[in-house]
T-cell receptor
Framework: DVKVTQSSRYLVKRTGEKVFLECVQDMDHENMFWYRQDPGLGLRLIYFSYDVKMKEKGDIPEGYSVSREKKERFSLILESASTNQTSMYLC???????????FGSGTQLSVL | DQQVKQNSPSLSVQEGRISILNCDYTNSMFDYFLWYKKYPAEGPTFLISISSIKDKNEDGRFTVFLNKSAKHLSLHIVPSQPGDSAVYFCAASVWSSGDKLTFGTGTRLAVRP
């Protein structure tokens, strides 16, 4: 069965801290994505990656960076966390054969 | 600029009746559309999809209709069940874009027993 695992369900950080959100998929998918979900705004794409060491900006990349050193792992980095980055963060990987996006359970990040 | 819009933030339906969730898009390049369902504290899960060469796709109790000229799609759930209560997201993509999905804002469906 398809599995996308996000390392933390809940995270509380202070303003200015560097924050790492980790995501691992076990399906050998090439495409991986980071979204954030906010009330009234839906899911917005932060960054995505087509392959190892490849990354593309999504719709709201400001304040974020990503790392894809291995195919199964896609990390989202908040260089200096701010309160407006308090959100639910969702990682996903794409089954291109069936055109289905599989999501992790999400990380609820609170920046104080 | 919201390219995919779900204008109803919430919908309440009686069990056994039809639920109709609507979605509008502005980008005429979109050629693949999907619906995802999300329960609290879980990631969204794929529900049903449709490509622009079709105007209808059916999977059990779920049917998606696409009206390209109106840039509108809808999800019909018949009959609605209490377990269908969730947030539903519409999403769209341009097939050649590398599968980058643009999501709507979501509609919270509540099915009353």
């Amino acid at each position: 069965d398809v599995k996308v695992t996000q390392s933390s369900r809940y995270l509380v950080k202070r303003t200015g801290e560097k924050v790492f959100l980790e995501c691992v998929q076990d399906m050998d998918h090439e495409n991986m994505f980071w979204y954030r979900q906010d009330p009234g705004l839906g899911l917005r794409l932060i960054y995505f990656s087509y392959d190892v060491k490849m990354k593309e900006k999504g719709d709201i990349p400001e304040g974020y960076s990503v790392s894809r050193e291995k195919k199964e792992r896609f990390s989202l980095i908040l260089e200096s966390a701010s309160t407006n980055q308090t959100s639910m963060y969702l990682c996903a990987s794409l089954d291109r054969l069936n055109e289905k996006l599989f999501f992790g359970s999400g990380t609820q990040l609170s920046v104080l | 600029d919201q390219q995919v819009k779900q204008n109803s933030p919430s919908l309440s339906v009686q069990e056994g009746r039809i639920s109709i969730l609507n979605c509008d898009y502005t980008n005429s390049m979109f050629d693949y559309f999907l619906w995802y369902k999300k329960y609290p504290a879980e990631g969204p899960t794929f529900l049903i999809s449709i490509s622009s060469i079709k105007d209808k796709n059916e999977d059990g109790r779920f049917t998606v209709f696409l009206n390209k000229s109106a840039k509108h799609l809808s999800l019909h759930i018949v009959p609605s069940q209490p377990g269908d209560s969730a947030v539903y997201f519409c999403a769209a993509s341009v097939w050649s874009s590398g599968d980058k999905l643009t999501f709507g804002t979501g509609t919270r469906l509540a099915v009353r027993p």
